[in-house]
């Protein structure tokens, strides 16, 4: 993270040296709207000259940090793939197959490039939807167009985006879409998979969305539940369960704060909710476990999938992963890197989101 950092920092260097030639140009060029013909003759011959040579000493030295830096970014990528053993793609159905009939049912995920947890838990939670729903032909879609092209360049497996997914819909002539997102909540990325879903809404009889998993306080009960029964084993009063939480900018985000009030309320105050990218922050959790007495933390991804941040932000070596973290405050700390798709209480809760839309049809 720190390397793609530097190598930005680079970019944006160079590119800041390539127009400081310009800099003294009429208040056109700074209105980045001018004719660029109109520029080069309205700057002076001699400050043209300078800019030149500056530029040009500046940038060679600059294109080689970048050189530098591009490699050791590519070496450290490469480095990732080798310390992880992601498992076998062709274990994973990726159900894009045509002959799906006239219902549909359409699980769209983010994805994930590890293929074991893709499997364990996307391709969980499609199996249990297409065990429960026999009417409907399963189909899948992944929103991270990264992580499709990865994975496809990784292993030769082709995963449809969201777009293609509904096109492939449409050319099957489907007349029932039921969209069944695998997200925790209705946030920034649901709504772009309603926005998206709805410019082919003509081309379908029916179009129904499912439920995120936490979308009503009995949703909320459940997963607690689920969360709670699946890490039982750890509670021996001198552990303290913590679950790591993606987050987000969205206001949706409070989810966790709701879920980590809802645990303390029903007497689990050793169970700790954080995020990686909005609050609880990890720090937020780290005080509130230093406030008890526990000698051991159990980190678990409050996520469908165990990817990238479960392996890395979470589990990871890095001094600020969580477990480094945790185990630099003094204590002993394991790490289940398995994802809540692989817990068949919350599959459950998805078939039943599912059904739910596909009851709503004709109403």
């Not at 390539?18 to 011959?45: H, I, L, R």
């Not at 007349?175 to 410019?199: C, F, R, S, W």
């Not at 817990?343 to 809760?349: P, S, V």
Request: with cysteine; net charge negative.
């Amino acid at each position: 993270m720190k390397k793609l950092s530097i190598f930005l920092t680079c970019l944006a260097l160079a590119a800041a040296v390539t127009s400081c030639g310009n800099s003294e140009t009429s208040s056109s060029v700074a209105e980045s709207s001018a004719d660029e013909s109109s520029v080069a003759e309205e700057s002076k011959p001699d400050e043209e000259e300078v800019t030149e040579e500056v530029t040009e000493e500046i940038s060679e030295e600059v294109t080689e940090e970048i050189i530098e830096e591009s490699s050791e970014i590519e070496e450290s990528e490469e480095d990732d793939e080798e310390n992880y053993d992601t498992g076998d793609a062709s274990l994973d159905n990726v159900r894009n197959q045509d002959e799906i009939g006239e219902n549909e049912l359409l699980v769209i995920s983010f994805g994930t490039s590890f293929n074991d947890s893709r499997r364990l838990t996307i391709g969980a939670i499609e199996d249990a939807l297409e065990k429960a729903l026999p009417d409907y032909s399963v189909r899948r879609g992944f929103t991270s167009n990264i992580i499709i092209d990865h994975v496809n360049k990784r292993d030769g497996i082709l995963i449809d985006d969201v777009d293609a997914a509904l096109k492939r819909a449409v050319d099957n002539g489907v007349k029932n879409l039921v969209v069944q997102p695998t997200h925790l909540m209705n946030g920034l990325e649901y709504n772009d998979i309603l926005d998206e879903v709805a410019q082919y809404s003509d081309a379908f009889e029916n179009v129904v969305f499912g439920e995120p998993l936490l979308t009503s306080d009995d949703d909320f009960k459940k997963v607690e539940q689920a969360i709670v029964d699946w890490t039982k084993e750890y509670d021996d009063g001198e552990t303290a369960i913590c679950f790591m939480g993606h987050g987000t900018e969205a206001d949706s985000n409070g989810v966790y704060q709701k879920m980590q009030d809802m645990l303390t309320a029903d007497g689990y105050e050793n169970y700790f909710i954080g995020t990686v990218e909005a609050t609880p922050t990890l720090d937020d959790v780290l005080a509130k476990v230093q406030a008890g007495e526990y000698k051991k933390v159990i980190l678990e991804p409050l996520m469908v999938v165990a990817g990238d941040h479960a392996n890395n932000d979470m589990a990871g070596d890095e001094e600020d992963s969580w477990k480094s973290v945790f185990e630099g405050a003094g204590y002993e700390v394991e790490c289940l890197l398995r994802g809540l798709g692989e817990n068949e209480d919350i599959r459950q809760i998805y078939v039943e989101h599912a059904q739910a839309a596909i009851d709503s049809i004709g109403q």
